[in-house]
């Protein structure tokens, strides 16, 4: 007959018949607490409806692998016991909806034991991340968005949240005073007074990120913009360089994570400044025209015609242009340097210089990048230009 820890075991054999198992309060609460009181899978708040004027809990306990075994238990084909079936690993905190949807028979298949048991890890991991609260600093969520190139694609709140998570980051909560500073500029460019409307906007939202800074709410500018580059040159003039700011990039995928930076993987990225030929280095110039080249190259013949014959000066990405010439922050930073760099040469070699023009092929983050390192009484004025449908370069906004 074998010993009793042989017969034990071969009691859990599948086929085995396993009834219910109810779950201990105890372990329900810990369910509960582990998910923060939101469905695992849709991250629906479960406790705030109202019935007979009280609140009432409708989240529900749900099992992963069944409680009991049989034909129409869902996932119930399992080794596990009754009492593991009954235990916290196996169990997850949904919504009506989801628990339903999880153990439908048109969907079963759908919701296997190990994707409910990753969905469940990373519900669980996240909730410990974004309430560390001695770890995750407050910060004013800037949100800037445009059409570009005929679309309106705003950073999503599950986005902006996943990207805030990442960076050691909090904002955006029902307790928070620091809120979210929206700039929508859904005006079609080609409307000249389209740049005004959105200058008026950034400096309205700005206005209140500076006040909420300087009454302590917070000390971190999280800023999440998709914008055409003058805009995005204007939004960094006016965040300027004296306040902790985090810019974040919209990476070219569809994932949770699609607005935060990679981690770096690779050497930081290099920049060059080169300088027109000794013939047009005039240094009582008081007009100088500047190329950027990072994500493109930005090519000499679309100097306007009427600065001809003004020096220039260029600062390009050492690998050669590319859209992932900047891929984390420490390439960012390395930008910005080599921007300051750029603008240290200009005030050196043309001290007399009243405007800067800038030709740049960049993204988002550099631009943004470009306008913080303005110094406003050191400086010239930046004229920012943006490229037409018919490959001409109009200037549409000065900084």
Known sequence: MGT???????????????????????????????????????AKWL??????????????????????????????????????RAAEDNLLLLCSDCHRRIDSPEYVDKYT??????????????????????????????????????????????HVGEALRQAGLTGMHADSRTGLFD??????????????????????????????????????????????IPMLVSLGAKLDDKTETVLFPRARRDAPDA????????????????EAVPSVMDSGATEVVAFVDVSARVDQSRTPPELADAPTIRLSA???PSTDAIASRADLEAFGQAWRDL??????????????????????TAAVTIGRHRMRAVHPTFVLYQRQGDGTDVPVLEV
């Open 343 to 364: 603008l240290s040469a200009v005030e050196s070699r043309w001290p007399n210089a009243q405007r800067l023009h800038i030709l740049a092929a960049v993204p988002t």
């Open 4 to 42: 009793s820890e042989e017969r034990e075991n071969a009691s859990q054999l599948v086929g085995t018949e396993v009834k219910r198992t109810s779950v201990p309060q105890a372990v329900r609460e810990r369910v509960w607490g582990r998910s923060a009181a939101r469905c695992v899978l849709c």
């Open 113 to 158: 034991v190990q994707f409910l048991t990753e969905k469940k890890t990373e519900h669980e991991r996240w909730v410990r991340d974004v309430t560390d609260f001695a770890r995750l600093r407050p910060a004013v969520v800037v949100r800037m968005t445009s059409q570009v190139r005929g679309t309106f694609s705003p950073a999503s709140k599950e």
């Open 47 to 84: 406790i705030d409806e109202r019935e007979h004027w009280h609140a009432i809990p409708v989240g529900q306990i749900a099992h992963n692998v069944a409680a009991e075994n049989g034909a129409k238990a869902p996932r119930g084909d399992s080794p596990l016991d009754s009492k593991e």
């Open 183 to 228: 700039i929508s500029a859904r005006h079609d460019e080609t409307d000249g007074w389209a740049w005004d409307a959105a200058e008026k906007d950034i400096t309205i939202q700005l206005d209140r990120v500076h006040e909420a800074i300087a009454a302590g709410d917070a000390s971190v500018v999280a800023v999440f913009a998709l914008a055409p």
């Open 259 to 274: 607005w935060s930076w990679a981690a770096a993987d690779g050497p930081t990225a290099v920049f060059e400044l080169s």
């Open 318 to 320: 050492a690998a050669g």
